[in-house]
């Protein structure tokens, strides 16, 4: 049973940056972040397996997701944080390579809550 536990959320500005991080028991294939806003179904935000990386439109060129497989972490870089950003964020992992969809997923973090308002 892999274990993750995230961290990092808060409350933040619109605007303003924010960066979490999942720490895994153990190396798996694919890991990923999936966020939930109140009232809506969790999404896909980002995936990577070893490295590079697959992102929801709704983040594509402000979210940046990374890896270190040494010491088995999942970082996600957020940036330009809009209200819409709002919700609890997952980590995930998978044992398979090229998860990104929830089902795929084997793990799952408790999950941090991020809050972007002024």
């Known amino acids: 049973q892999v274990q993750l536990v995230e961290s990092g959320g808060g409350l933040v500005q619109p605007g303003g940056s924010l960066t979490l991080t999942c720490a895994a028991s153990?190396?798996?294939?694919?890991m990923g972040w999936f966020r939930q806003a109140p009232g809506k179904e969790r999404e896909f935000v980002a995936q990577?397996?070893?490295?590079?990386?697959r992102y929801a439109d709704s983040v594509k060129g402000r979210f940046t997701i990374s890896r270190d497989i040494a010491v088995n972490t999942l970082s996600l870089q957020m940036n330009s944080l809009n209200p819409e950003d709002t919700g609890i964020y997952y980590c995930?992992?998978?044992?398979?390579?090229?998860?990104?969809?929830?089902?795929?997923?084997?793990?799952w973090g408790q999950g941090t809550q991020v809050t972007v308002s002024s």
């Open positions: 990577i397996n070893w490295s590079g990386g």
């Open positions: 153990e190396r798996t294939g694919s």
């Open positions: 995930a992992a998978a044992y398979r390579l090229g998860a990104y969809d929830s089902k795929q997923f084997d793990f």
